[in-house]
């Protein structure tokens, strides 16, 4: 039981270090944070809008050459080459094999 209260004592006994440090930011560190987070959210914004209208932009033009080319294309035999063909937009279709 000695034993027991002397290691009882050893544990109260203990010193610990233990070291806080606490830093301040000032009012104007803070606000040129926040104006540089608004600056590089508004160039987000506004380069995903033009980035988008871009896109559409493309998108339409690709939607209306499709629809002229369906429109010019004709159909042919997937066993007939004609000259008359040549240079025209032409649609096959069949079974592919490989040999």
Same mark, same amino acid.
């Given at each position: 039981e000695q034993a027991k209260?002397?290691?009882?004592?050893?544990?109260?006994?203990?010193?610990?270090?233990?070291?806080?440090?606490?830093?301040?930011?000032?009012?104007?560190?803070?606000?040129g944070s926040s104006f540089q987070g608004i600056?590089?959210? =508004?160039?987000?914004?506004? @380069?995903?809008?033009?980035t988008l209208f871009w896109n559409e932009g493309r998108a339409a033009r690709r939607y209306v050459a499709l629809a002229q080319g369906s429109k010019l294309a004709m159909e042919v035999k997937n066993n007939v080459v004609?000259?008359?063909?040549?240079?025209? =937009?032409?649609?096959?279709? @069949?079974?592919?094999?490989?040999e």
């Open positions: 209260k002397n290691s009882k004592m050893a544990d109260e006994n203990e010193v610990f270090d233990e070291v806080t440090e606490e830093t301040t930011e000032g009012y104007g560190s803070r606000l600056c590089l959210g =508004l160039i987000l914004f506004f @380069g995903a809008g033009g004609l000259p008359e063909n040549e240079g025209k =937009l032409v649609v096959i279709s @069949g079974t592919a094999t490989t």
